[in-house]
Every structure is written in C-alpha cells, then in structure tokens.
C-alpha cells in the first residue's frame, strides 16, 4: 500500500502566517497577503530600510564626527562595570552588524 501525502496547502499557509507576524500583522491579513502579497513585501522592505538606517545611526554615534577631536579635560564619569561591560557589547554587536552590511 502506498501512502500520498499531500498538506493542503498548509505550507504556504504557515508561510503567510509567519510573514504576518513578522511584519505586526493581525491575522485577518493572512488571506490578503497570499492573494496580494506586493503591498506587503513594500512595508516589509521599508521596515528593514528603517532598521538598517537606526543601525547606522547607531554605529555613527559611537564614533567621533569628522574633524573633531577628543576633549583635552575628559569629565569623569562612574559606570559600574556590568553597566560597562553591557555597553561595550552593545557596541560589539552594531559594530557587527555594520560589518556584515
């Protein structure tokens, strides 16, 4: 005895879901973004063009502008070292990010 299987569409339908959600859609979109899904793919590729303008806002900001130099009094600041620690891996991973840009 052989044995079809066939998932009635419920791969694409799960893809649709999890683009939905990724792009903060309720699910009453679901049916709308399988039937015309070019809308959607348009606020997905925006939404990525904003995170990747924050990201390189974020990697500017930990650098010196151009022409600027370093303070010849630097004003001391107390960061306790988790606090530190935190920072400079936030600094790693956009730092990353950028790198894989």
Same mark, same amino acid.
């Given at each position: 005895?052989?044995?079809?299987?066939?998932?009635?569409?419920?791969?694409?339908?799960?893809?649709?879901?999890?683009?939905?959600?990724?792009?903060?859609?309720?699910?009453?979109?679901?049916?709308?973004?399988?039937? /015309?899904?070019?809308? +959607?793919? =348009?606020?997905?590729? =925006?939404?990525?063009?904003?995170? =990747?303008?924050?990201?390189?806002?974020?990697? /500017?900001?930990?650098?010196?502008?151009?022409?600027?130099?370093?303070?010849?009094?630097?004003?001391?600041?107390?960061?306790?070292?988790?606090? +530190?620690?935190?920072? /400079?891996?936030?600094?790693?991973?956009? =730092?990353?990010?950028?790198?894989?840009?």
């Amino acid at each position: 005895m052989t044995i079809i299987e066939h998932d009635f569409g419920k791969k694409d339908r799960d893809s649709v879901k999890r683009f939905a959600k990724l792009i903060s859609l309720e699910a009453q979109h679901e049916a709308k973004v399988l039937a /015309n899904p070019l809308p +959607y793919l =348009e606020r997905a590729s =925006e939404r990525i063009s904003q995170l =990747e303008m924050a990201l390189q806002d974020a990697g /500017n900001a930990a650098k010196l502008p151009p022409g600027a130099e370093p303070e010849a009094t630097p004003e001391t600041i107390l960061v306790d070292r988790d606090e +530190y620690a935190r920072l /400079n891996r936030c600094k790693e991973i956009v =730092e990353a990010a950028l790198a894989k840009l």
